[in-house]
T-cell receptor, first 115, second 114 residues
Framework: AQKVTQAQTEISVVEKEDVTLDCVYE???????LFWYKQPPSGELVFLIR??????QNEISGRYSWNFQKSTSSFNFTITASQVVDSAVYFC????????????FGKGTMLLVSP | NAGVTQTPKFRVLKTGQSMTLLCAQD?????MYWYRQDPGMGLRLIHY???????AKGEVPDGYNVSRLKKQNFLLGLESAAPSQTSVYFC?????????????FGQGTRLTVV
């Protein structure tokens, strides 16, 4: 069975601090996909990134970066120079290639960025 | 371009009442899903559909039924609502291809069962 663990329930930082959100996953499939979604206070789910299991390259998009390490089954998300608008709940999710794109979500990490 | 639209956005039900949540997508996606979100639980898959006329159970299907009579619509039904079904419900859609692609989510339906 697949599982996603986000051990950090809530993180509080002050604006301009860097913050890393941890994600650890379990799966028996060799082909799988990992995702990060953002849920701002307004409630919608915003897609941030997709990564397949064969691509371990780190990715940077503006202030966001992702570190994928198969050896430790982790897909961590770092926000550099955090801003108040980054305050949200962030979900890590896993989809096995054989699973019709169904997602297994972690419980989410609430990030609070104060001015 | 509406994407994924859920109706209604809010609803209060009494225990034992029934209701149907409607999800409509205009992206011609084959795959559609219903998830529920509860505090501290993340999102959990209720049912999903990989095409018109087909449905399958997810992680938490009990107490729900679904139908996909048209490709663009995916209905979630509660036959006899229970307080444990108080939750935020999200519909999503995605398209099949080589690999797994991101799901597009609706705005959510906040359901309270009293």
């Amino acid at each position: 069975a697949q599982k996603v663990t986000q051990a950090q329930t809530e993180i509080s930082v002050v604006e301009k601090e860097d913050v890393t959100l941890d994600c650890v996953y379990e799966t028996r499939d060799t082909t799988y996909y990992l995702f990060w979604y953002k849920q701002p206070p307004s409630g919608e789910l915003v897609f941030l990134i997709r990564r397949n299991s064969f691509d371990e390259q780190n990715e940077i998009s503006g202030r966001y970066s992702w570190n994928f390490q198969k050896s430790t089954s982790s897909f961590n998300f770092t926000i550099t120079a955090s801003q108040v608008v980054d305050s949200a709940v962030y979900f890590c999710a896993l989809s096995e290639a054989s699973g019709y794109s169904t997602l297994t979500f972690g419980k989410g990490t609430m990030l609070l960025v104060s001015p | 371009n509406a994407g994924v639209t859920q109706t209604p956005k809010f609803r209060v039900l009494k225990t034992g009442q029934s209701m149907t949540l409607l999800c409509a997508q205009d992206m011609n996606h084959e795959y559609m899903y219903w998830y529920r979100q509860d505090p501290g639980m993340g999102l959990r898959l209720i049912h999903y559909s990989v095409g018109e006329g087909t449905t399958a159970k997810g992680e938490v299907p009990d107490g729900y039924n679904v139908s996909r009579l048209k490709k663009q619509n995916f209905l979630l039904g509660l036959e006899s609502a229970a307080p444990s079904q108080t939750s935020v419900y999200f519909c999503a859609s995605s398209y099949p291809g080589q690999g797994v692609f991101e799901a597009f989510f609706g705005q959510g339906t906040r359901l309270t069962v009293v």
